[in-house]
């Protein structure tokens, strides 16, 4: 940050560690979180992010930084997109106006940016079980550190936190505190004014002190101290319950206090004071306000939850013509229908919801299970169309293989957000879903280029009969794709389009946005005197179907084909298909070369995109093809 920004915000530019912030009063503690509002607003506005969530969990990151001491006690927070509070507390202020840019900080929680951060995360629902391991490690050690997972309960509706709950202990030393963050959905009983004073009465210290004074006396008495706290505990527990209700973490034997006002910082620091004095594994309920202190996220957080860059111009022009497809295809044949996992809005579903609210299905942020699911749809007579996010997806691969593939089912992916991610990262890029397709026997996989191919593929996946998956990249179609592959028009799929083959001692051969990427580096070797064809697949798998194309279609004069993409080269569409073209054809007909992102996440440094970092632009490309196309003239 500048000088100008520094002085804007006095408090929170002094913050250079959390010793800093235990220094404060409480005025000043009270004018940071304002700082930090301002803050968030202002850079998120400009770089793009997450800002509801971040606003909602102020209060809640400024008092676990004043009770804990991070980073010997550890504080992980579930996905990571609530972690910008955290990250301007712990030493990064100065750097947060590279907030999500190449080089710069990442949106998300990351062991290699800081010693703050314990966990990465940007995947939702593994901080408790990662939390565990690392409770589990300082216990080994003997360190007498805490560590914390901070979790929404959003998710809950993941499989991991209910695995990793099964796998608390009871009682005991471990000195793991779950922070349980409620802002949309209720996870107990808590209606009422009665609720409403229990709730102030267990969050004040003095409660907090009489029962583990209680619990020491009780304990201490010989032969009948102990018996007798446990047969007041049960007690305890039985009117509270009757009154009250239960949940969750008391019936699997932990502590629990709860729930407590999220945005009221002391009430919190009591609570976590009180919890480490408690010396075992505890959760503190909280209930926020998504978007709390800005009043257009607060009122509309579903809106505010991540938002675009200034000046961003792009659209989800793939995902909306999905959406609109999907509805279309549903009008026809009332066996179709939609399931996602907690992303309605981000997959372009909500016209869908909307339209046939009775075949749409939201699991919540579970996606081995929304595959499960949609299999038992599948075998029971309906279309099931699948849409997720390609990074997500790689949570399901054993419900693709084992309960879809395997038994044939006719259930279709669509795999929103394919490809390389300009501002989330390495976390939510695309890269492996063709790969790990590839390996399973059966599932066919098509990758449009354009609106009308989308629309197209979509309607032949759902008629294949058979698990398929339709792929497409976050943005708009490029119209250079449009008039080069379909200078008529489109009319059907072919499952390759071919261009400039006339004389073509070269083809590159692509797929989905890589188009794109083809057409300019054909274009740019044309002004160098190379002449150069296309081959764009519009069906990837059965890779045999593309290469029958390739071989048939390919004059006599082509020697050499180059394969380019921007997933995971091992494994992927580049190897794949020139085996299937070897295989299709005299072996030694043609030369091959594949490009696509090497042995690497791809994470790009200050200045860099992530096209760069994979090394899948135009430039890149061309450095690697010019010394083989220039011998081939």
Request: charged share 25%.
């Amino acid at each position: 940050m500048d000088k100008i920004q520094r002085k804007k915000y006095p408090i929170l530019s002094g913050i250079s560690s959390p010793a800093d912030l235990k220094l404060l009063s409480d005025e000043d503690t009270d004018s940071l979180a304002d700082e930090i509002r301002e803050c968030l607003v202002e850079r998120v506005s400009e770089n793009g992010g997450h800002l509801a969530s971040n606003l909602g969990v102020v209060e809640l990151t400024l008092a676990l930084h004043r009770v804990f001491d991070a980073p010997d006690d550890r504080i992980i927070f579930d996905v990571g997109h609530q972690s910008y509070v955290h990250k301007l507390l712990t030493g990064r202020f100065d750097s947060f106006d590279t907030l999500r840019r190449p080089g710069g900080i990442s949106g998300f929680t990351k062991r290699s940016e800081s010693v703050y951060d314990p966990f990465g995360a940007g995947h939702s629902s593994t901080a408790l079980s990662a939390a565990l391991g690392i409770a589990e490690a300082e216990k080994l050690s003997g360190s007498g550190n805490w560590t914390v997972a901070v979790i929404g309960d959003g998710a809950f509706t993941g499989g991991m936190v209910h695995e990793a709950l099964n796998n608390c202990p009871q009682a005991g030393d471990l000195k793991l505190l779950i922070v349980i963050n409620e802002n949309e959905m209720s996870i107990s009983k808590n209606i009422g004014s009665f609720a409403r004073s229990l709730s102030n009465i267990r969050t004040t210290p003095g409660y907090f002190r009489t029962k583990l004074v209680t619990r020491k006396i009780l304990s201490a008495i010989p032969l009948i101290g102990k018996p007798v706290l446990r047969f007041l505990t049960a007690f305890k527990k039985k009117l509270k319950d009757g009154l009250y209700g239960s949940n969750l973490f008391e019936d699997l034997g932990l502590y629990y206090v709860g729930p407590v006002d999220g945005h009221d910082r002391r009430k919190l620091e009591t609570a976590f004071r009180e919890a480490v004095k408690h010396g075992e594994s505890a959760v503190i309920h909280i209930k926020t306000v998504k978007g709390k202190g800005y009043p257009p996220a607060e009122e509309n957080p579903d809106d505010w939850h991540s938002v675009p860059a200034s000046g961003f111009s792009g659209t989800n022009g793939f995902s909306a013509e999905f959406g609109e497809a999907l509805c279309r295809a549903a009008t026809v044949d009332s066996t179709v229908c939609a399931v996602t996992a907690a992303m309605e809005k981000g997959t372009s579903l909500d016209k869908f919801h909307r339209m046939f609210p009775e075949r749409f299905f939201d699991v919540g942020i579970a996606e081995a299970h929304a595959v499960t699911f949609a299999a038992g749809l599948a075998s029971d007579g309906m279309k099931p169309v699948c849409a997720i996010y390609s990074t997500f997806l790689q949570r399901a691969y054993d419900s693709i293989l084992h309960d879809a593939a395997l038994q044939g089912l006719p259930l279709t992916l669509c795999i929103d957000r394919a490809g390389l991610n300009e501002t989330d990262g390495a976390t939510h890029h695309g890269i492996f879903d063709v790969a790990f397709l590839s390996s399973i026997p059966g599932v066919e996989i098509f990758a449009p280029a354009t609106y009308d191919s989308l629309r197209a593929s979509l309607r032949a996946a759902l008629a294949s009969g058979t698990t398929a998956a339709v792929r497409y990249p976050n943005g708009s179609e490029d119209p250079r794709v449009v008039s080069e592959f379909y200078p008529d028009g489109f009319r059907s799929l072919t499952g390759v389009r071919f261009s400039r083959l006339d004389g073509a001692v070269t083809v590159i051969v692509c797929h989905g946005r890589m188009a794109s990427v083809a057409v300019e580096a054909a274009d740019r070797l044309k002004a160098a005197g190379i002449g150069c064809g296309l081959a764009l697949c519009e069906l990837i798998k059965p890779y045999s179907v593309p290469a029958e194309l390739i071989v048939r279609r390919l004059p006599a004069t082509v020697r050499r084909i180059i394969f380019i993409e921007e997933e995971i080269k091992q494994g992927g569409f580049g190897m794949n298909l020139s085996d299937a073209v070897r295989d299709a054809a005299d072996r030694e007909r043609f030369s091959f070369a594949v490009i696509g992102t090497d042995d690497t996440f791809a994470v790009p440094k200050s200045g860099m995109t992530a096209a760069r970092a994979a090394g899948v632009d135009v430039d890149s490309i061309l450095r690697k093809i010019m010394p083989l196309v220039s011998r081939d003239r």
